[in-house]
């Protein structure tokens, strides 16, 4: 048993009791302010300093302190599902709100990536659920339904995708946040599943927090894919809702690896029944859009050799898409790069060479596979990837993910 779980077991409150209000604020606040005096940039495990190591696990023991924790066998469940389901009622038929988030992310990055060494970056989420309209955007990646596609583009290199508005999996984790009714029932879930998950609850006289402790999903190879996302982490998700509305007031995101927690997520603002102004869900005219609609993809295709790439493994068409980055054989390229910019890759790897291709392998809860490559790039600098690959398109062939 770690030191941390430990101290959780010796300051687990047996009996439920009321926080004073501000409580939980003074303690987060003091926890914040210790991890910001101790990490500045992304912190390597091996060059932590034990002793701000053991003062961010004090104040981590007194955020423990301060709630109580239900666990299965001990605690009746629906002590929390009751509330998730009043709070569900209340969301039910109110319209529009605007949401700030803070992410520890890259700004370009998918929004399904977090990174606990990056510095947050803040996101913008507007719903309106009466046009069935929402907006994402942080400083380098923009998302927008406008009611009749999902559109999703990089200002900064003027590219983009446009998909069926079915497609909300375009902004992974934030999907949830589109209905709070959502994220309160998937919350829930997890509440009644209880499949390593714990619930902890604190109140005071106008609020209850509470609090899913949830270890990553999945199975790994490698640590591959391993706190890249929030369902592949080992997070700690707080929320805070009004006691007598059940609105959602707070929410903070913890994520754990290698001994070290950190805040990767906050929502630090959210309006309830605010007008959103229509210029959030203009789309711009002067992107080069990669059409991932189905009709889109018929109608690329006509002109590329899938047949080329029909019936390859994941590894053997990694070796085949290298080996058309070698020559830059685009006509092959725009099969299995399907949605990637030719241009912003280009500098890296056109004239590159696979130095070693080995098999694929799944980890965590990718759709896909990985592909363990070394690579020399056009610099001439040698470079281990580990390529995802998918095949979840209409041809069933593997194309690029991610990893390059």
């Given at each position: 048993m770690k030191n941390t779980d430990n101290i959780e077991k010796v300051?687990?409150?047996?009996?439920?009791?009321?926080?004073?209000?501000?409580?939980?604020d003074r303690?987060?606040?003091?926890?914040?302010?210790?991890?910001?005096?101790q990490i500045h940039v992304a912190p390597k495990v091996h060059r932590?300093?034990?002793r701000r190591w053991v003062t961010s696990c004090a104040a981590a023991a007194a955020v423990i302190a301060a709630v109580v924790i239900f666990k299965p066998g001990t605690t009746p469940m629906y002590a929390a599902t009751d509330f998730f389901h009043a709070?569900?009622?209340?969301?039910?038929?109110?319209?529009?709100?605007?949401?700030?988030?803070?992410?520890r992310a890259d700004p370009q990055e998918n929004f399904s990536y977090i990174n606990m060494s990056r510095r947050f970056v803040g996101h913008r989420l507007a719903v309106d659920p009466q046009t069935e309209r929402w907006a994402l955007d942080k400083s380098g990646r923009k998302a927008v339904n406008d009611g009749q596609y999902i559109w999703q583009w990089i200002p900064d290199n003027g590219y983009g995708w446009k998909d069926e508005i079915t497609n909300i999996g375009a902004i992974s984790d934030f999907a949830l946040f589109l209905n709070p009714t959502q994220l309160l029932a998937y919350e829930e879930s997890i509440a009644a599943a209880s499949k390593g998950a714990v619930l902890k609850k604190a109140e005071d006289e106008n609020t209850i927090t509470l609090v899913v402790?949830?270890?990553?999903?999945?199975?790994?190879v490698d640590r591959v894919g391993l706190n890249s996302s929030i369902i592949e982490s080992d997070t700690r998700r707080e929320y805070t809702f009004d006691k007598s509305t059940g609105r959602l007031l707070e929410m903070e995101i913890y994520a754990k690896a290698y001994g070290i927690t950190r805040k990767i997520v906050q929502m630090t603002s959210i309006d309830y029944n605010t007008s959103i102004p229509q210029y959030?869900?203009?789309?711009?005219?002067?992107?080069?859009?990669?059409?991932?609609?189905?009709?889109?993809?018929?109608?690329?295709a006509e002109d590329l050799p899938i047949a080329e790439f029909s019936g390859l493994s994941a590894d053997e068409t990694v070796k085949k898409m290298f080996a058309a980055m070698k020559v830059w054989d685009e006509r092959q390229l725009k099969v299995v790069l399907r949605g990637v910019d030719l241009a912003a890759i280009s500098k890296a790897y056109k004239g590159c060479t696979l130095l070693e291709c080995n098999s694929a392998f799944k980890s965590g809860t990718y759709a896909g596979v990985f592909v363990p490559c070394k690579v020399k790039l056009s610099n001439g600098k040698e470079t281990k990837l580990n390529v995802a690959m998918r095949n979840d398109n209409p041809w069933n062939i593997w194309t690029l993910d991610g990893g390059i």
């Open positions: 300051l687990t409150p047996q009996c439920e009791f009321k926080a004073s209000s501000g409580l939980k303690i987060l606040e003091a926890a914040e302010q210790s991890e910001s005096r932590v300093n034990f709070a569900i009622e209340y969301f039910t038929g109110h319209p529009s709100f605007v949401a700030a988030i803070k992410v402790t949830s270890p990553p999903q999945g199975k790994y959030l869900f203009d789309v711009p005219e002067d992107i080069r859009w990669t059409d991932n609609t189905k009709e889109g993809i018929l109608k690329a």
